[in-house]
């Protein structure tokens, strides 16, 4: 979930707020909740979600980006060059907020900035075809450090649904198939994504990926499957806006026909 512009991160809009004072020109800091009615608590479990989660998560989200950026550059095996890449790390983590006392907001600033550098770092280097590479070796660090809760396939849809509530995303679970371990359903039925990216584009931003699902569908696509299961999404939008419907499902065994191999 992520774009970026002129080096800050391209999520501003209506449902954010005001940007405060002390932040670069671009930077949104959204808040932990929003005022408006929200979908009923079976439905959108992490609305209540805790501020020292939501930190937590924005750090994680922050580490599975930057270790997988270095494990895409390794994998390359063409030479980068140290001092612009040490350069982009400092910047990355510069100025890092107190992990006792700091808000989620400022976690989340950290990692808007630092998501808006990788991707700048990777396009102008490799252009933007390399984001589905890099999504991918972020996924292998996904894979290392989100922990299985033993919920199968509802274990990646709830990331998905986490990661939902820090945008202050629309989102909702199938009633009538709640997710299990065989298959779990999401549905994001507004990406508040969308409205950061128009806000920051009307006032005079320039993004860098046409839509901010370029890169989303890969990254969560490529979760999915680290943790070992079939990832199916589909875009929506609608008098809602923007959103998307994800599953996750238990890949069906494989099989033969006449001593030919086929994949599931």
């Known amino acids: 979930m992520g774009d970026a512009s002129d080096g800050t991160i391209a999520h501003t809009g209506d449902r954010a707020g005001p940007v405060p004072p002390h932040l670069p020109a671009g930077t949104a800091v959204l808040p932990a909740g929003r005022g408006a009615a929200r979908p009923e608590p079976q439905r959108s479990p992490y609305r209540s979600m805790p501020d020292a989660d939501r930190?937590?998560?924005?750090r994680r989200r922050l580490h599975e980006a930057e270790a997988g950026?270095?494990?895409?550059?390794?994998?390359?095996?063409?030479?980068v060059q140290l001092a612009d890449w040490?350069?982009?790390q400092a910047e990355i983590f510069a100025d890092l907020p107190d992990p006792a006392t700091a808000p989620a907001t400022e976690w989340q600033r950290v990692f808007f900035r630092g998501q808006a550098l990788m991707e700048r770092f990777l396009v102008a280097r490799y252009g933007e075809?390399?984001?589905a590479e890099w999504a991918r070796s972020n996924a292998e660090v996904h894979r290392e450090v989100e922990p299985d809760l033993g919920r199968g396939a509802a274990d990646p849809i709830h990331r998905i649904a986490r990661q939902a509530e820090l945008y202050g995303s629309d989102y909702e679970f199938d009633?009538?198939?709640?997710?299990?371990?065989?298959?779990?359903v999401l549905t994001i039925t507004h990406c508040?994504?969308?409205d950061y990216r128009e806000k920051a584009r009307r006032s005079g931003v320039r993004l860098t990926l046409a839509s901010p699902c370029t890169y989303c569908t890969e990254a969560l696509s490529a979760n999915i499957r680290a943790k070992g299961f079939r990832p199916a999404h589909r875009l929506r939008s609608g008098p809602t806006g923007h959103g998307c419907h994800w599953e996750a499902a238990r890949p069906e065994p494989a099989t033969t026909t006449d001593?030919?191999?086929?994949?599931?």
């Open 55 to 58: 930190s937590a998560l924005w």
């Open 69 to 79: 950026l270095t494990r895409y550059l390794v994998s390359r095996g063409d030479e």
């Open 86 to 88: 040490f350069a982009l």
């Open 129 to 131: 075809q390399v984001l």
């Open 175 to 184: 009633d009538e198939q709640p997710p299990s371990a065989d298959r779990a």
């Open 192 to 194: 508040a994504i969308w």
């Open 259 to 264: 001593d030919e191999p086929r994949e599931s």
